[in-house]
């Protein structure tokens, strides 16, 4: 069964950090690119990352940029967020998805079910 389930979310302060985990089942991780979304109530959808499936292209929102960092180790099957200087506005909840080749083309095939982050003091 392929599946992808998201983990490291929590409540932090602005200013600090966390590590967002997406890890893999049932498929192989590397034959796919994997995108990084969030949603905050009230708010679209918003395309945070994206990592090419041998780690070798990336991109970023500009309101993450400078901030986050993805990668992914495909011999643990897991793509990470790395989130520093977070922010209240970075409030939302985070989904991995995989893309539907290896390249970042916007086009996803499967989901996360989500993990929560929220900035606050």
């Known amino acids: 069964q392929l599946q992808l389930v998201e983990s490291g979310g929590g409540l932090v302060q602005p200013g600090g950090s966390l590590r967002l985990s997406c890890a893999a089942s049932g498929f192989t991780l590397s034959n796919y690119a994997i995108a990084w979304f969030r949603q905050a109530p009230g708010k679209d959808r918003e395309r945070v990352s994206c990592i090419s499936g041998h780690g070798g292209s990336t991109n970023y929102a500009d309101s993450v940029k400078g901030r986050f960092t993805i990668s992914r180790d495909n011999a643990k099957n897991t793509v990470y967020l790395q989130m520093n200087s977070l922010k209240p506005e970075d409030t939302a909840v985070y989904y991995c998805?995989?893309?539907?080749?290896?390249?970042?083309?916007?086009?996803?095939?499967?989901w996360g079910q989500g993990t929560q982050v929220t900035v606050s003091s």
């Open positions: 998805a995989a893309e539907r080749y290896s390249y970042c083309s916007g086009s996803t095939s499967y």
